[in-house]
């Protein structure tokens, strides 16, 4: 039991980690980065209205980081496969 302890404990801290990366280094909540969110999900398809609802949330860091700590290592691998992306193109 105690090795499924200590892989939740890593596992929630690699996600908080690579959440405080992307939310103060990063700078993920920044103005354009809110607009450009923004723009892309109404160029979706998706209703003005749920989109601001959204972006109310989700633009708030303590939920981003909530969010970003429980998803753990998924936060930190989609991290890597797009610094990756951005350096070789």
Known sequence: MSYFGLFILGWLLI?????????????????????????????DGVPEYIAEEKLAILTKPKVLLAIYTLFGVITFITDTISTFKRKHT
Do not use: H, Q, T, V
């Open 15 to 43: 996600g908080f980690l690579s959440g405080i990366k992307r939310i103060y280094i990063d700078k993920k909540l920044s103005e354009e980065n809110i607009i450009k969110m923004k723009e892309d999900a109404i160029e």
